[in-house]
């Protein structure tokens, strides 16, 4: 009997220790938000690129650069992700990572990890050099990526991320359509 205790403890470590090594930033984010509610936004502002530079969810706390990829190879959207979420080329998309393991270099390695907290209505903000773009959260779904379609006769944006998190089985598509412009 006590080695079966002795056996029960130890795989219940092992198996505490590879969840936070493999999903600790998930973890730590719903904990932050659900206990301390949304990071406080600063009012950093990024100069010098062309398009949007910024995304701010109040709701969720994210403020985070908006990188323009270069092209859609899976390389060069990797290395833009650790800058920052990626708006993907010649699209209204925006990706970001949900969760990172832990040897990830980037800071953005769970920027979007709370997406599935948003709801319709929710606020998002683009930020350009000179105009700020207030979308409305209009719908949230989980979807395989194959089944992702951003066809609308609306201005809009998605924003895309895997999921459930550490994995790239499907993605979280929030859409949401463009409500003014200042």
């Not at 800071?107 to 207030?134: R, T």
């Amino acid at each position: 009997m006590k080695e079966v205790l002795i056996f029960i403890l130890i795989f219940l470590a092992v198996f505490i220790v590879a969840l936070v090594i493999f999903i600790g930033r998930f973890i730590y984010a719903q904990l932050k938000y659900n206990i301390l509610g949304p990071a406080p936004l600063g009012e950093k502002i990024l100069i010098g690129i062309e398009g949007p530079e910024k995304i701010v969810i109040p709701l969720i706390g994210i403020e985070a650069p908006v990188i323009l990829a270069e092209n859609s190879d899976e390389y060069t959207l990797q290395k833009a992700l650790e800058k920052g979420v990626v708006l993907y080329p010649n699209s209204n998309i925006i990706l970001g990572h949900s969760s990172a393991y832990p040897w990830y270099r980037g800071n953005y390695g769970s920027v979007f990890s709370l997406l599935n907290k948003l709801e319709k209505g929710d606020e998002i903000l683009l930020f350009s050099e000179d105009k700020e773009y207030n979308y409305q959260v209009v719908s949230k779904e989980i979807k395989a990526p194959k089944e992702i379609s951003t066809e609308s006769d609306k201005p809009n944006l998605y924003l895309i991320s895997c999921w459930p998190i550490n994995t790239d089985w499907k993605r979280i598509v929030v859409k949401a359509d463009l409500t003014k412009i200042k």
